[in-house]
């Protein structure tokens, strides 16, 4: 089973950045598809972006994108997420998983999960 630890989060204001990090352990990190997923107060969480296990194939949630950029590392173990141009509604606990169903929105398709880190937009 993968252990997955989120860095990066922190409060900024609108139409600021940030980049979020997901470092990987106890599994071969290369070979699984990786994913952003994000819960706000109140609601479900969703999906945010995902990327194949080559880094070759990518997909976006509609309203992230342009502005958010998902990529990988595979010889550190980690996954980033550069979000640009960030909104208020971009605010939630942001979770990086780790599946074996490559680039996938679906999240039953991921079977191991980090503990989230926060991002807060002000306007």
């Known amino acids: 089973q993968a252990q997955l630890v989120e860095s990066g989060g922190g409060l900024v204001q609108a139409g600021g950045s940030l980049r979020l990090s997901c470092a990987a352990s106890?599994?071969?990190?290369?070979?699984?598809?990786m994913g952003w997923f994000r819960q706000a107060p109140g609601k479900e969480r969703e999906f945010v972006a995902a990327?194949?296990?080559?880094?070759?194939?990518?997909l976006y949630q509609d309203s992230v994108k342009g502005r958010f950029t998902i990529s990988r590392d595979n010889a550190k173990n980690t996954v980033y997420l550069q979000m640009n141009s960030l909104k208020p509604e971009d605010t939630a606990v942001y979770y990086c998983?780790?599946?074996?169903?490559?680039?996938?929105?679906?999240?039953?398709?991921?079977?191991?999960w980090g503990q989230g880190t926060q991002v807060t937009v002000s306007s």
């Open positions: 998983a780790a599946g074996s169903y490559g680039a996938t929105r679906r999240r039953y398709d991921y079977d191991a």
């Open positions: 106890g599994r071969t990190f290369a070979a699984y598809g």
């Open positions: 990327i194949s296990w080559s880094g070759a194939y990518t």
